[in-house]
């Protein structure tokens, strides 16, 4: 399971949007093993006297905090980062300068999926990767 959060200055992410959910999308695949039909993204386009970044970064930063299962190994979760440097570059232009990714990982029972806690769900992917 995987739970995406995506900020930057509105007049730069909102035209992207589309575009960046795909390619975080594809990385979760390719990295993590994803299925193609798993994509839980939110985006929190600012206003940019609301977004305070360091003044080497410009108008494209963007944040993107991923939630999801532990379980991951440190090199799939390298695989992951590198990959979306990478693809936001090549695909948007944006900067590896102008990223910021974090990932955070908890415990399948602090989840609370369909009802059910994570621990409990019958999942059609696998987490240990």
């Given at each position: 399971m995987g739970q995406i959060k995506i900020y930057g200055v509105k007049r730069r992410l909102n035209p992207i949007k589309e575009t960046l959910s795909n390619i975080?999308?594809?990385c979760m695949v390719d990295a993590l093993e994803y299925p193609l039909d798993k994509k839980f993204h939110r985006?929190?386009?600012?206003?940019?006297?609301?977004?305070?970044?360091?003044?080497?970064r410009t108008e494209s930063y963007t944040i993107i905090e991923i939630s999801m299962f532990e379980g991951r190994t440190i090199q799939a979760k390298k695989q992951l980062v590198k990959l979306l440097f990478e693809r936001i570059n090549n695909k948007l232009n944006i900067s590896p300068q102008d990223v910021e990714i974090t990932i955070f990982e908890t415990p399948k029972h602090n989840w609370g999926i369909?009802?059910?806690p994570g621990d409990e769900l019958a999942l059609n992917y696998k987490v240990n990767i």
């Open positions: 975080i999308h594809s985006f929190f386009p600012m206003d940019k006297e609301d977004f305070y970044f360091a003044s080497e369909r009802g059910l």
